[in-house]
């Protein structure tokens, strides 16, 4: 399969041309029944003789091109029913009816309903332009209808609020919010671009509209992405911040499968500047070793790493209701338990050429070991529960 995507350097066009060339090369195998032959990138800087031969070779089309932010609102219409009409008109003239997605926008369906806009007007116009295209010549044309889009390469600044917003709040500039109610309909890149994919294998979904809602429908003329989220302006600037804040709390937020935290951390870790993609942590060291704390969680407890000298031994101390995981990544070591209470004494020989996770039972006295003489012994420790001074649930007892 040939594919051709106008406005491949745009912030759509970039995300579907990686998945699409690492699916081509063999990197993707997600889709190995996808058969990709090439991949067609045109912009606005390509001359129109190119864009022929790229007519006359696709077997699918992805119109992702258009003005979004001209100087003059004249230019809407020139650019994007203008472009339109000159790719559908080049289709027809090498004789290539293969499929044709258009990336129009929900303002579309603002159109003589809730308001106006010269954007929405070109968009909508270059609707009606496909739907007649699909008439006169009985090629397959599919009509998505993006809400707000986010994630990874888009602009800021520009005609993403989400792009604008992780960009501030990553360079620590100011946010300005109208009103922090509005609720916004956003879809996530990745998700476009898995719809993309469906498109092209031909299981596209459908719907039509009522009012601003897409309602699914098998023989709907507009196409949609199903899996899109709804947050208030609000909302998102509290996780940003929440983001924000997590190298200096340690405290990672949550991050359900598909959910749009999640995907909204994603973008927000892609506008980071350089002086923020790292950060120090703080090591807690004495004679023994060191003790540094990784990442920490609400619900989830919190991850360490120990670091043991040769020889030393550490922990003799026991919790009521604090459990933990040890897994020695290097070096040679001994976990010794003890039931508190008792004189039996469970050991394990741990070592970093063999990794294995041991658990510290909850009201056992445990203590770890370095066996060597002159290695450290590198040991990752999970706890059930972020460590609160206050409270530590820690208590000394030899093993």
Request: hydrophobic letters at 35%; aromatic letters at 10%.
């Amino acid at each position: 399969m040939r594919i051709l995507i106008t406005g491949a350097n745009g912030f759509v066009g970039k995300n579907l041309c990686a998945r699409l060339n690492a699916i081509r090369d063999g990197k993707d195998c997600t889709r190995s029944h996808l058969k990709i032959d090439a991949v067609y990138e045109f912009d606005k800087k390509a001359s129109p003789h190119i864009l022929r031969q790229y007519c006359e070779k696709a077997d699918f089309v992805f119109h992702l091109a258009g003005v979004n932010r001209p100087e003059n609102p004249e230019e809407y219409m020139r650019g994007n029913l203008g472009f339109s009409s000159e790719l559908l008109d080049t289709l027809k003239s090498v004789g290539n009816t293969c499929p044709v997605m258009l990336a129009s926008s929900i303002q579309a369906t603002l159109i003589g309903r809730y308001g106006e806009s010269d954007y929405g007007k070109s968009k909508q116009a270059s609707e009606n332009l496909f739907f007649q295209y699909r008439e006169n010549t009985g090629a397959k044309v599919l009509v998505y209808r993006f809400p707000n889009l986010f994630g990874k390469w888009c602009r800021p600044n520009y005609n993403s609020v989400i792009a604008t917003f992780c960009h501030n709040v990553a360079h620590d500039l100011p946010v300005q919010i109208h009103n922090a109610k509005t609720q916004l309909e956003l879809l996530y890149i990745d998700d476009l671009v898995e719809e993309m994919l469906f498109a092209l294998e031909g299981a596209e979904h459908h719907c039509h509209y009522d009012g601003l809602k897409a309602v699914p429908a098998v023989d709907g003329p507009f196409c949609f992405v199903p899996n899109t989220h709804t947050a208030s302006v609000g909302e998102i600037i509290g996780y940003l911040r929440t983001f924000h804040t997590q190298p200096r709390t340690l405290i990672m937020p949550e991050q359900p499968w598909n959910s749009f935290q999640k995907k909204l951390y994603t973008t927000y870790l892609s506008y980071l500047p350089k002086d923020k993609v790292s950060f120090p942590m703080k090591m807690n060291s004495d004679i023994r070793g060191s003790f540094t704390e990784l990442i920490k969680s609400e619900k989830c407890g919190q991850i360490s790493v120990n670091i043991s000298k040769a020889g030393v031994t550490k922990g003799q101390h026991w919790h009521n209701t604090k459990w933990e995981l040890f897994i020695v990544v290097s070096g040679h070591g001994l976990i010794q338990q003890r039931k508190i209470g008792s004189d039996e004494i469970l050991e394990f020989e741990v070592s970093g050429d063999k990794m294995e996770a041991v658990h510290m039972l909850p009201g056992y006295t445990h203590n770890i070991i370095n066996l060597s003489d002159s290695d450290n012994l590198v040991t990752v420790m999970w706890a059930n529960e972020p460590f609160d001074s206050t409270h530590p649930d820690t208590y000394y007892e030899e093993v």
